[in-house]
């Protein structure tokens, strides 16, 4: 079988468990809406202020609801101990590391489709457009990096307890590009984001081999 | 496969022939790296010239900048350990990176208090209200390598702690270059760099090489101190399993 | 003929404490091996040995003339793995959980309704594995393994929770093949027609060191 295959056929199997058992989905699309409750108590909010507040509320949501997203993919293999009977067949370690880490971008973009739209209700302002591009774009290296911690934190004593301590400071690049975004650099921070994406990818694909294997 | 975990190559033996025993070469390192500090305070507060427009306060320049390239250098040792470790499995490149982690950690707050005092009757700084790219991008590489520690901390000891600790390692080292360009990307308060451009007085640049020169003797002595601790550990380790072998194999032997 | 198993001074350790010790086993091709002793003794450590989903910390392994560490990936699909958790998918339907398995071993779909059939699940096909019961479970797995006809079986208490008819099935599925596996019964050994290898646990640090009693 060939790689893009078996990957697919991972990505499927998550978003199929996904779809029928609708325990993630639910709960972050619940955990948004919450965040930006939050955010009304939380600031003192004007038209002038809520307008300028907008990206940096979109990216906290963000980050938060990929630490949950991305925290369960690989806790589900590990509980149920199917990882070991995946790594036994020829589709080898990063086809299905790649596999999970396709079905939790999704989960995390559908987040975004929430999220979004939920700004521009309770802010009551519309996200720059390139804030929104700067944050899909970064979806696919955030979802990489992580699949790769959230598989490395399942095998340690701290379990859930890691993720947030590794991913989150990883992650700042691409929070720093997306704020650049809105700059007026817009192209350069954008064309920068998507290398980070291929450099990140790229990594994340040599290093699942370590992390899921013995 | 055979390698067990701190098995083999790498360990302590003693001292052969004209090579003095390591506890007496960490010392003359000790020793090395006190002297070259003391010529290095010599250097920064009393050769070199005060400058003109930031006064007393500019020395600083020499111990951050110095200790910021030892923590990279430190980092670049997780880096490379991690990478030879999961090439080969050697316990050697590992325990290196597990030496050098922590020493990079320490001189990262180094850099980054004397960065602060440096920063307060200059720019005025005041964190609540001037911003910093560069301060916060520092702060990350801290918070990476914190991270890469607890790894070590949590993971099952031994091969799997070994395995996932050199991976934080590695993807952590990408975050090295944009930390170091997010200085060039965003107009901050941080000033550019003064070394490659010639543009520090020659005074300067020769009570800055020492200081390098010290800072770097210093990180080399702290992380070879840790090598040995470490290597130790695992031998007595070892000399207590094997103590631990002899025992279970007779034991099995009774009917 | 080529053993299928050449295990010499194997020898395995969770951090400090070591769990086997310089084990060494032949198992011919066409053999059947049951691995039995109490709690702690190491059987499913050596099992998950042999199924190079752990690596020894010392010692020589070849499986089918492999290398098991050096040459995995061309032999791992060759290997049959049954851990003791069955390692299935609780959202998916029987049949589903069978068909992912095939996309990744490359083999047509055809062949999950063959397996299923051949463990009598048929009219539970589409069913969610979470809705069947632990024996039908047990079976499923069992049909997992089988999906790709591997050469060696290495299954870890494979009668749990199987009920008579079951473990007639199970004898009938093995036999002929190579197998070791685990169980506290030995009238299963007798029943799989295998030889017994006894794992005994060290006595004077009460931990799990063990030696080969043939």
């Known amino acids: 079988m060939t790689f893009a295959a078996c990957a697919l056929a991972v990505a499927r199997k998550d978003l199929l468990t996904e779809w029928r058992s609708r325990e993630v989905l639910p709960a972050l699309a619940q955990f948004v809406l919450l965040a930006l409750v939050v955010t009304l108590f939380a600031f003192d909010l004007d038209a002038a202020s809520a307008a300028r507040i907008a990206p940096g509320v979109l990216w906290l949501v963000v980050l938060f609801a990929g630490l949950v997203a991305f925290g369960r ?30 079905a939790a971008a999704a989960v995390l973009l559908a987040c975004e489709a929430v999220l979004v739209p939920g700004i521009g209700v309770f802010l009551g302002v519309g996200l720059p457009p390139l804030a929104v591009a700067a944050v899909l774009l970064s979806t696919a290296g955030m979802a990489a990096l ?49 290398a980070l994406d291929i450099l990140v990818v790229v990594v994340a694909g040599l290093a699942a081999r370590f992390v899921l294997d013995d | 496969m055979t390698r067990g975990v701190g098995g083999g190559k790498g360990f302590a ?54 200790s910021a390239i030892a923590a990279y250098a430190c980092f670049a040792l997780v880096l490379i350990g991690g990478i030879l470790y999961l090439r080969r499995e050697d316990p050697r490149p590992d325990r290196l990176a597990r030496a050098a982690a922590p020493v990079g950690l320490l001189l990262t707050s180094v850099t980054f208090v004397m960065g602060m005092i440096w920063a307060k009757p200059i720019w005025n700084w005041d964190p609540s209200k001037t911003w910093d790219a560069r301060l916060s991008s520092t702060a990350v590489l801290w918070a990476v390598y914190a991270g890469y520690i607890l790894v070590r901390r949590f993971a099952p000891p031994g091969r799997t702690a070994a395995r ?29 760099p003064v070394i490659e451009t010639g543009a520090l007085p020659a005074s300067m640049l020769a009570a800055w090489l ?46 | 003929m080529k053993p299928a198993i050449e295990a010499r001074g194997l020898t395995q ?9 310089d084990i060494d086993l032949q198992v011919a091709a066409g053999e059947r091996v049951a691995l039995l002793g109490d ?106 393994t ?32 190579t197998l070791v596996f685990a169980t506290h019964d030995r009238g299963l050994a007798d029943e799989l027609d295998a030889r017994v290898v006894e794992l005994r646990a060290g006595r004077v640090l009460d931990r799990g060191a063990l030696q080969v009693v043939r």
């Open chain 1, 73 to 102: 993919a690989f806790a589900a293999e590990k509980v149920q101990a199917s990882l070991e009977a995946l790594l036994l067949t020829p589709a080898g370690p990063v086809a299905i590391f790649a596999g999970k880490a396709l």
């Open chain 1, 146 to 194: 992580g699949c790769l911690f959230s598989a490395l934190a399942v095998q340690t004593r701290a379990r859930e307890l890691l993720l947030p301590v590794l991913a989150l400071p990883i992650w700042i690049p691409f929070v720093v590009y997306g704020a650049a975004a809105l700059t007026g650099r817009a192209p350069q921070a954008l064309a920068n984001l998507l």
């Open chain 2, 13 to 66: 033996r003693p001292a052969q022939g004209g090579s003095p025993p390591i506890s007496t070469r960490l010392r003359v390192a000790v020793l090395g790296s006190l002297l070259a500090f003391a010529a290095a305070a010599y250097m920064d507060f009393v050769f070199a010239p005060e400058d003109s427009l930031q006064g007393p306060v500019q020395r600083i320049f020499y111990l951050h900048v110095s």
């Open chain 2, 164 to 192: 996932l600790a050199a991976v934080v390692g590695i993807v952590g080292f990408v975050d090295v270059p944009v930390v170091h360009f997010s200085v060039l990307w965003w107009r901050t308060l941080h000033p550019q």
């Open chain 2, 210 to 255: 020492v200081t390098l020169l010290a800072v770097l003797l210093l990180t080399g002595t702290l992380v070879a101190t840790r090598y040995v601790t470490e290597r130790n550990r695992e031998l007595a380790e070892a000399r207590r399993d094997r103590h631990e072998l002899v025992r279970l194999e007779s034991a099995a032997e009774v009917p």
């Open chain 3, 13 to 21: 350790r969770f951090g400090r404490q070591l769990v086997l010790l």
């Open chain 3, 39 to 144: 709690n702690g003794a190491g059987k499913t450590t050596l099992l998950r040995l042999l199924a190079t989903v752990a690596r020894p910390a010392a010692g020589e392994l070849r499986l089918l003339g492999l290398d098991a560490v050096r040459q995995r990936s061309a032999l791992r699909s060759r290997l049959g793995w049954l851990a003791h958790e069955p390692g299935l998918y609780p959202a998916l339907s029987a049949r589903e959980n069978l068909e992912f398995f095939c996309t990744l071993h490359g083999l047509p779909r055809g062949r999950a309704v063959e397996c299923l059939e051949q463990l009598g699940l048929t009219d539970d096909a589409l069913r969610p594995a979470a809705e069947l019961s632990r024996g039908r479970r047990q079976r499923l797995a069992l049909a997992r």
């Open chain 3, 146 to 177: 089988l999906l790709h006809d591997p050469e060696l079986w290495l299954l870890d208490e494979p009668d749990s929770s199987l009920d008579a008819a079951g473990r007639d099935l199970l004898g009938r599925l093995v036999s002929g093949r």
